[in-house]
T-cell receptor, first 107, second 111 residues
Framework: GQQVQQSPASLVLQEGENAELQCNFSTSLNSMQWFYQRPGGSLVSLFYNPSGTKQSGRLTSTTVIKERRSSLHISSSQTTDSGTYLCAMDDNNRIFFGDGTQLVVKP | GGIITQTPKFLIGQEGQKLTLKCQQNFNHDTMYWYRQDSGKGLRLIYYSITENDLQKGDLSEGYDASREKKSSFSLTVTSAQKNEMAVFLC??????????FGPGTRLLVL
């Protein structure tokens, strides 16, 4: 089965709304990373967050190892936030990516 | 800061053809990775390398070869391109297994 499950698969927001993206993993975690990918673009690392909470501007990542989940919160969304958000986990042996959340923010 | 470059940007091949993708990084990172991304899907690891001349298979290594000739470069070969294959190949590098930095990708189309 898939090691990393991301939800929702897609999300449409009005500009200004908040978003909560989830990543659940089925094996023990060594590290967790969140990426942003523009349509047709390369990946940009948003957070390297093996545990706890990290914030950068309007983005907050929270990883709870015991519950095997990580979340990415986007506050006051903007149209430029549109794109794909991917999480990746590493169990110290292998690296697994989720299928991503496709986010569209409408003006 | 550093940069990862991937060449070529676009690659159109024919069924059965052997195709080579190249990746260079100037971060001086030890570990480099090759991933394949299919439309609407996450990334799947093909090969990675923890140092020069090292190769480790990922989940998707069948049908591919890789070569880490020097610390700064990591190449990937599609040994026999499959007809109608279309994917993006992404190269990344990191210090150990820390934060990964990605290149812009090579888009493959097989006719």
């Amino acid at each position: 089965g898939q090691q990393v499950q991301q939800s929702p698969a897609s999300l449409v927001l009005q500009e200004g709304e908040n978003a909560e993206l989830q990543c659940n993993f089925s094996t023990s975690l060594n590290s967790m990373q969140w990426f942003y990918q523009r349509p047709g673009g390369s990946l940009v690392s948003l957070f390297y967050n093996p545990s706890g909470t990290k914030q950068s501007g309007r983005l907050t990542s929270t990883t709870v190892i015991k519950e095997r989940r990580s979340s990415l919160h986007i506050s006051s969304s903007q149209t430029t936030d549109s794109g794909t958000y991917l999480c990746a986990m590493d169990d110290n042996n292998r690296i697994f990516f989720g299928d991503g959340t496709q986010l569209v923010v409408k003006p | 800061g550093g940069i990862i470059t991937q060449t070529p940007k676009f690659l159109i091949g024919q069924e059965g053809q052997k195709l080579t993708l190249k990746c260079q990084q100037n971060f001086n990172h030890d570990t480099m990775y090759w991933y394949r991304q299919d439309s609407g899907k996450g990334l799947r690891l093909i090969y990675y390398s923890i140092t020069e001349n090292d190769l480790q298979k990922g989940d998707l290594s069948e049908g591919y070869d890789a070569s880490r000739e020097k610390k700064s470069s990591f190449s990937l070969t599609v040994t026999s391109a499959q007809k109608n294959e279309m994917a993006v190949f992404l190269c990344a590098s990191s210090i150990a297994r820390d934060t990964q930095y990605f290149g812009p990708g090579t888009r493959l189309l097989v006719l």
